[in-house]
Structure formats: C-alpha cells, structure tokens
C-alpha cells in the first residue's frame, strides 16, 4: 500500500503478512509514489544514507521544494507555520528540532502536497511526515561512528541501533548522542535615528559561536497480540544543551548610535513523547485503529549581554509544553471498490512561560518579570474519507474535515477566550492516461488553515535590546514585541493539479501546479502605540489578522538514469544518476502595493540540482547538490521593505563501501559559502542591514552493520 498503510481487505491469516512483506520489499520509492492516491514524493534509506547526514534538516533541504531556515521545514516558498511536520503521521511535539534527529532513526520521508482528511488539516503548503524506524523482524545491531569540522576543533556522534524479536513481540532501540560547534561572521549596518532621538550610523562587526551536545532515542516495542490484533508503543525522547557567544566591534559613524550587545547565552532543551496504539481487524473488510499520546516538552535559557566588558542585561526563563491526544478511525472495504474511514482526533495542549529581565541589576518590566503566561489550545476533529477506485484508470480520495479550535491566553491581564471553526472539504483524483499507470494526472482541491502558534497567542511584551529603557521612545526599526491573544486560524483554499511520467527504468518527470486563497493572513505589523510598559508612546510589533493574500506556483522535476534522460549525451550502462527541480512562485497581499507584496521568505523561484555516480572499477559513489535562491525583494508594509540577497547551499560526498555490512562516507556541506545580506528600508531613508556568512560543514561517517 502507498506510505506503507495496512491494506484492510487482507484476509485474517499467517500468509497474509507473508504476501505483504514481499509486495514492500519489491516497491521502490517511485512504486510508492507512483501508486499513492494523493500527489506524494518519497524519499527512503538510499537517500538519506547518501550524504551521510548527521541530521534530517540537512537531508530535508535537498528535497525537491523543500527549504529550511533556522531549523524550521518550508514548502512552496512559503513560512514554516504553512508546512505541517509530522512524526509517524502524528503532529511533531512543539520545540521538536529537525536538525536534532539523526537520520539513522529515519526510515522514509513522505511530502505531501495537500492535507487528507485522516491527517490534520493545518498543512496549507503541504506536509512532510518522518515516518521512523519500525520494529524489526530480524535481529539487527547498526553502529554509525561519525565525525564533522566546522571550526576551532572537530566534533564527534555515534547512533547505534539495536533491533530483536521475541516470539509475538519486536523491539527497537535506536540510541543518539550528538555535538556540533560552528562559527558565523556579522556584520550589522545601521542608518537610523540613534538613543537621542537623532540621525545616527554605525557599523558593528562580529563573529557569533555556537556549540553543544545532545542525545535522542526513540524505542518501539510491538505485541502481536493474536492474528488479528496488534498492539504497538512508539516513544520518542529528545534533550540538549545549548551555547552561544557574539562578539562585536563597532565603528560609530555619525551620532549616539543604538548597538548591540556583546552577549553569551546557553540554555537547555528536552523532548518526551509517548503513543499507544492499538488495531484490530474485525474482518476480512473491517478495521479499527486507536490511539493515545503524551508530550511534555521544556526549555530553559539563560542570557547575559555585556557593554565595554560590564553586565548589562540578564534574562533568564524557562518554557513548557504539554499536550494529550486520542485518535480513532474505523476502517470499512465496500464492494471492492470503496474504502471509507471515518474517525476523530482529539487534542489538548498548553504552554507555560515564565521570564525576568534585568537591567544594571535592576527589573526592566516590574509588572511582567517573573510572571507566569500561559495559552491553551482545545482542538477536536471529527472526519470521514472514502478512497474510490472508480474505474481502472480513475481513482480519488474524497474527504471532509470538521474541526474545533479553543484557545485561552493568561497573563498578567485579564484572561482571554477564543473559539474558532473549520470546515475543510478534500478531494484528490488520479486518471492514468495507460493502462500500466506510467503517465499520470493528478487533481486536488482541498482546504485547510494554519492555526497561530501558542507564543503568538501570549500577550507578555518584550522590549527591544536596542532601546531597553521604557521611559525612551525607541524606533520603528527596533521595535519591541508582543502577541495577540485575539488571532484567528488562517484558512486557504487551495487547487492542485500535477502531470506525472514515469519512465521504464525508474526515473521519473513532474510538472505542477498549485494555487492558494488565504483568508485572515497573519503577520507581524509595527505601529506606534501608547502603552501599559512605557511612559511614552513605543514602537510595536505584534501579530495581526492582516489581509488576504494569494500565492501560485509552477513545480518541475526530474531524476533518473542519465542514459535513460539524456540518451544522446550518456550510455545507458553508465551508473550516473540525475536530479533536479525548478520552481517559480507568485503571491500577492492585498492590503499591500506593489511589486514586492508578496508572503514572507517566499522567493520569486528555486532550483535544486544534482547527481551521483557509482564507479564501475572501484566500489565508489561520489555526487553533490546545488540548492539555489535569487535575491527579492518583500513589501512588508506600507512604510517598511526587507530586501534579502541571494542564497546557495553547495554540497558533495562520496562514500566508499567495504561490504554489505561497512561502508565509510566523506562528505562537505555547504561549501563555498555565499554571503547572505538582509536589508530593511524604510520610506523615511533609515535602514538596518545585516550580513551573515556560515562556514562549511566537514564530514566523515563509518557505518557497521554487526
């Protein structure tokens, strides 16, 4: 089955698993894709291993329409909130940290184009389910010794996997211990009006370190309870420690201008996850899944800023989330033709936040230091889908999705409520222009929102670093900051339509579209406000229920044998494989003017280029991959645009294999690093720019299978 589902017509015996487990061995990524009802990319172990990652955020960020910033997922141009990222296709716990998970816990990577109605809805981009590794049927012990250089001295991880099988059950536990240590070049240039109030310019440049270990482990136990029963335990354990030092020195070109601190930070962060699921076919047509989960997440970070080398600023606090969940779906074949599910999700989650800000020894916010904030959210989700085999060559997935959304927001204020619902209708179909299923056409129409996330319901203000007396005006390009208790989902309705070829060989050529309404746009507005923490009135950034917007795209990619795509230019014997993919995106928000009113960190296109060769006379594979952005411009309001400079992530391996059971892997990340400049202009002439430059990452991994 597509994604690796229970197929629920199977026939309550011994033999049906047997038959199962050799129709998954025999399926390929593509297979996969090819015979998925809803549009899907999968990417399983040979891609991962290729590079030898030491984490999912950097296999993530070659995926063809993928991007990652700051740790964070994003598809289609568009901001981490719009791509939902789950773990087992449940959502991923908050605080959960992609470039923290190792890929050797990975089993597949699943990106999804459009939401379905059994998973959650908050997936206007699209997303990407991290589907680990599963019990298994054999014994297994794989140990993967790695280390990688980035600056100062080299860093070390080791991920071992122990797998058993016990009669009825079967055990996994993988087990990650992690370090890395990079350094960051800065150089920050600000044009604007300084502590006096009057024209200023400086140039601050620096160097920002950042450092720390951390482990993670994810064991799964599954109980074959009888034929037809099965129980299984998935948990998910994640915690680190953090550090980061920036240095500056600064050059005062004209006036008393702001600047930032000298600082050092470090911090702690853990992830704790349970699922309990239980599934029972009734019949040889009847199925029913239920399942229950923790999470209980934490943070701590503790920062002091220094200026000529005295304590300025200290600010310690700590976060927490919880949340409990429950599921269920039932599972029903009819007439051969039809599989209707109908089902529930139930969620409860809240985060708790306490902070203090102290100034020269002093609380900078008397009112807000110390006190608790906290913001709940009550979802419950009620869905039915029916995937239709309609004829040989037709087939959809047509679902509806109701869901509930509670929020409550407290501080130091008084509480506030809100409530929200969304009704989000989905259909999927595929028509196979032949009869083999090689050329197909995909359809989607869906809907779905992006719900605001709990620290953006938090109303705790937070003054700007630049400007930390509250008895000073600050600026528009300092603002401070705080949230909105009172936002509302964003909701997009959203049309997909794709040509998919498939090619004898395997390789594989798309091209897609897609097209998005988004009603109740947010986005973070900065105004001049008179407000509670100051005597006078103070720049603010807080999010907002902004406008409508809408984004388009035109999607193309290919991969494949290079004999089976350039046969002119390449033997078909030549063990080269080729990839690429090239998007163009357009969006427009209508409370804006032109031309640059497009969504955040959405480019105008993106393109991912690479290949890989396995050499003939040596047991040799050697490949790179080149992400590209051009610079673009982003009309953030009326007054304020943020110009951001090209971006190009370079990166190559090569991996020589000993055996079937070891295998060593070298690889560079990142080489040649760009430059990357982000410049905010205002309509006034004032202007703060910073430039940043990372280094690359070096590699090398031995991997045992013992």
């Not at 050799?22 to 399983?44: F, H």
């Not at 993967?144 to 996997?161: D, I, K």
Request: net charge positive; no cysteine.
């Amino acid at each position: 089955m597509p994604g690796g589902a229970v197929d629920p017509t199977r026939a309550p015996s011994s033999t049906r698993l047997d038959r199962v487990d050799v129709i998954s061995r025999q399926q390929s990524d593509t297979d996969l894709r090819r015979r998925s009802q809803v549009a899907k990319q999968i990417y399983g172990r040979e891609e991962m291993d290729k590079y030898g990652d030491s984490n999912v955020a950097d296999v993530l960020k070659r995926l063809p329409g993928v991007s990652v910033q700051g740790g964070a997922a994003r598809m289609r141009g568009l901001g981490s909130g719009y791509t939902l990222i789950l773990i087992n296709g449940d959502p991923a716990p908050p605080g959960f940290a992609l470039d923290q998970l190792s890929p050797a816990q990975v089993e597949r990577i699943e990106v999804t184009k459009g939401p379905t109605a059994d998973q959650s809805a908050q997936a206007v981009a699209g997303a990407i389910n991290i589907i680990l590794k599963e019990a298994p049927r054999v014994s297994q012990r794989d140990l993967r010794l790695s280390s990688g250089y980035n600056t100062h001295r080299p860093t070390g991880s080791a991920n071992f996997t122990f797998g058993e099988r016990l009669g009825a059950l079967s055990l996994s536990l993988p087990v990650s211990v992690f370090q890395w240590r990079g350094l960051n070049t800065l150089v920050n240039t600000r044009d604007m009006l300084g502590t006096d109030g009057l024209p200023s310019a400086a140039i601050q440049r620096g160097q920002q370190l950042f450092w720390g270990h951390g482990m993670n482990t994810g064991p799964r136990l599954n109980w074959r309870l009888s034929e037809d029963e099965t129980l299984s335990l998935q948990s998910f354990l994640q915690k680190g420690y953090w550090n980061n030092r920036v240095q500056y020195q600064n050059e005062v070109l004209k006036g008393l201008a702001s600047l930032d601190d000298d600082a050092q930070t470090h911090g702690t962060w853990q992830n704790a996850r349970g699922n309990l699921q239980w599934t029972n076919y009734l019949s040889a047509s009847q199925r029913i899944e239920l399942k229950a989960g923790v999470q209980a997440s934490k943070g701590t970070y503790d920062s002091q800023t220094y200026r000529l080398q005295a304590p300025q600023r200290h600010t310690v606090g700590a976060t927490e989330d919880r949340s409990l969940t429950q599921a269920g779906k039932y599972t029903r074949l009819l007439n051969d033709q039809h599989s209707l599910t109908v089902g529930w999700d139930l969620e409860w989650r809240q985060r708790d936040e306490r902070r203090e800000v102290t100034e020269n020894g002093r609380p900078q916010l008397q009112e807000f230091e110390g006190q608790p904030f906290s913001a709940r959210v009550e979802r419950q989700a009620w869905f039915a889908q029916d995937e239709w085999e309609i004829s040989k060559q037709w087939s959809g997935n047509i679902g509806i999705r109701a869901e509930r959304i509670g929020s409550q927001s407290r501080g130091a204020a008084t509480p506030i409520d809100n409530a929200s619902r969304v009704l989000t209708p989905l259909l999927h179909l595929t028509y196979k222009l032949d009869g083999q299923g090689k050329d197909l056409i995909r359809a989607s129409l869906t809907r779905s929102y992006k719900a605001p996330e709990l620290s953006a319901l938090m109303a705790r203000p937070s003054l700007n670093g630049l400007f930390p007396d509250p008895n000073r005006p600050n600026t528009e390009l300092s603002p401070d900051r705080e949230g909105n208790p009172s936002l509302k989902p964003e909701l997009a309705t959203g049309l997909d339509a794709s040509f998919e070829k498939y090619l004898p060989a395997g390789g594989l050529i798309s091209v897609g579209l897609f097209h998005r309404n988004v009603n109740n746009l947010i986005r973070s507005v900065t105004t001049l406000e008179t407000v509670s923490w100051a005597s006078v009135p103070r720049w603010v950034s807080k999010p907002r229920n902004f406008s409508q917007a809408q984004t388009s795209g035109l999607e193309l990619e290919v991969k494949g044998r290079a004999g089976e795509l350039v046969p002119a230019l390449f033997d078909p014997k030549l063990a080269l494989n080729l990839r690429g993919a090239l998007s163009f995106y357009r969006s427009r928000v209508e409370a804006l003017p032109g031309p640059n009113n497009r969504l955040d960190s959405q480019p105008p296109w993106s393109g991912n280029f690479g290949f890989d060769h396995r050499f003939a006379s040596a047991p040799l594979t050697v490949g790179a991959t080149l992400v590209f952005t051009p610079g673009y411009a982003t009309q953030q309001t009326a007054s304020q645009l943020l110009d951001q400079s090209r971006g190009r992530t370079l990166d190559v391996f090569g991996q020589w294999t000993f055996s079937r059971t070891a295998a060593l892997r070298v690889s560079a990340n990142n080489l040649a690093p760009l430059e990357t400049l982000s410049q905010t202009l205002l309509a006034s002439g004032d202007s703060s720019t910073a430039a940043r430059r990372a280094r690359t990452n070096f590699g090398v991994a031995l991997e045992l299978k013992l």
